[in-house]
């Protein structure tokens, strides 16, 4: 039996009414809570975008068919709006809480009743028992074996490269979530240059000297003034470490274009670079994503956790990617940055691992007499 042996009408209506009962119980506790949202702008954003992506994720799924994703999806995006507490007063904690029991009561709901009412309606596809890791031949399994651990080790060589670009950038040793706001949002309380003379640097002028400085940075940094009255101050007190000739390897401010990048206000990485890590990222992310995808997919795992790990990375990527725009917009988004990656990473690590672990200790299949 198929779906198409029904009436064309019969079958339209019932795709199109599961596809608006299946939006509407995904986007109802969603929009109960929505006014209360509004209450913090970070937290009002951070909804309207889980909002979204929980329709996109509900229609697809209903054109689909697979009822259950909607339900999936929502409880997912719940506990992603929980794990970032700090974006969250106590009152919207209570609002994320509050759909989570209703995001797995709307799961509970959805297998019952969905199922009743389109259980009648066969899939189209029938179900075929996928080739797992033990029907591989020995070559195709060390293909799989290897190429995952290349992308393992240079998913740890993004690690450290991120950790090596972002540690300490707020002054504090170690990655925080403050490191990552700064990279894409930047430091837009004043300049490095007199954070740096406020800061560490306190010992090595006179106030005098450093009102002066500072009168500087706040009249606009120019050329001009620099070559008056900063330059000769800057011979004086910081030459001796901040110059070519120190050979100590510090920034030289002995000139006005060595100087510029501290003295003026930081305002995080510009539109074009994050337009240009964006589509590196997409392209090399999607392909990776895709490639242990595809080996995971031989591993003999229960289909729907498969289908969750395998979804999950795309999901991650592309938030991670749409919430540097929004952290460069407003910092609170750093968060939202933190925890994408977190989820892309384990759904990496899962892949890695689990298809790692079968390619190894799963017996091949016996060769039939
Ligand atoms: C004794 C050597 C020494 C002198 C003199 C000195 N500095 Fe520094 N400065 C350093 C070192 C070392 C660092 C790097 C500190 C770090 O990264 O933790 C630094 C870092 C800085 C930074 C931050 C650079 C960056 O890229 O983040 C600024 C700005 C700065 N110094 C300004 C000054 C100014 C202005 C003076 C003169 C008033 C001065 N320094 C005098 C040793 C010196």
Not at 34 to 54: D, E, K, Q, S
Not at 161 to 187: C, E, F, R, W
Request: aromatic fraction near 12%; hydrophobic fraction near 50%.
């Amino acid at each position: 039996m198929n779906d198409s042996n029904l009436p064309g009408q019969k079958k339209l209506a019932a795709r199109i009414s599961a596809l608006v009962i299946g939006t509407l119980t995904v986007l109802a506790p969603w929009y109960i809570s929505g006014p209360l949202a509004t209450l913090n702008r970070g937290i009002f954003w951070t909804y309207v975008i889980t909002g979204v992506l929980m329709a996109t994720v509900a229609i697809v799924a209903l054109i689909w068919r697979h009822a259950l994703w909607p339900a999936w999806a929502f409880f997912l995006l719940t506990v992603w709006i929980i794990l970032a507490p700090d974006t969250l007063s106590s009152a919207a904690k209570d609002v994320s809480i509050m759909h989570l029991i209703l995001g797995a009561a709307g799961i509970v709901v959805s297998v019952f009743w969905i199922r009743r009412m389109f259980g009648r309606i066969p899939q189209d596809r029938p179900v075929v028992k996928g080739r797992t890791f033990r029907e591989c031949s020995s070559s195709e399994r060390t293909l799989y074996g290897l190429v995952i651990c290349v992308l393992g080790l240079g998913y740890c060589m993004a690690l450290g490269y991120l950790y090596m670009t972002h540690a300490g950038l707020n002054g504090k040793p170690g990655i925080s979530v403050q490191d990552i706001a700064i990279t894409y949002y930047g430091n837009r309380s004043g300049t490095r240059l007199e954070l740096m003379l406020r800061g560490q640097m306190r010992d090595k002028i006179s106030p005098d000297e450093m009102d002066r400085v500072v009168a500087w940075l706040k009249s606009g940094s120019t050329e001009d003034e620099y070559d008056d009255t900063i330059y000769p101050i800057i011979m004086k007190d910081c030459a001796s470490c901040h110059s070519a000739k120190s050979g100590k390897n510090l920034r030289d401010y002995t000139t006005y274009e060595g100087i510029i990048p501290v003295a003026t206000v930081d305002h995080g990485m510009s539109i074009e670079t994050l337009v240009k890590l964006s589509h590196i990222h997409l392209f090399g992310i999607g392909l990776v994503t895709f490639v242990l995808g595809f080996v995971f997919c031989f591993s003999t795992l229960p289909a729907w956790f498969k289908n969750v790990v395998i979804v999950a990375p795309f999901f991650a990527m592309v938030i991670d990617i749409a919430t540097w725009y929004l952290t460069k917009w407003d910092p609170v988004f750093a968060y939202t940055v933190v925890v994408s990656g977190l989820i892309l990473g384990s759904a990496w690590g899962i892949q890695i691992f689990v298809s790692l672990y079968q390619i190894i200790f799963l017996p091949a299949a016996e060769k039939k007499a």
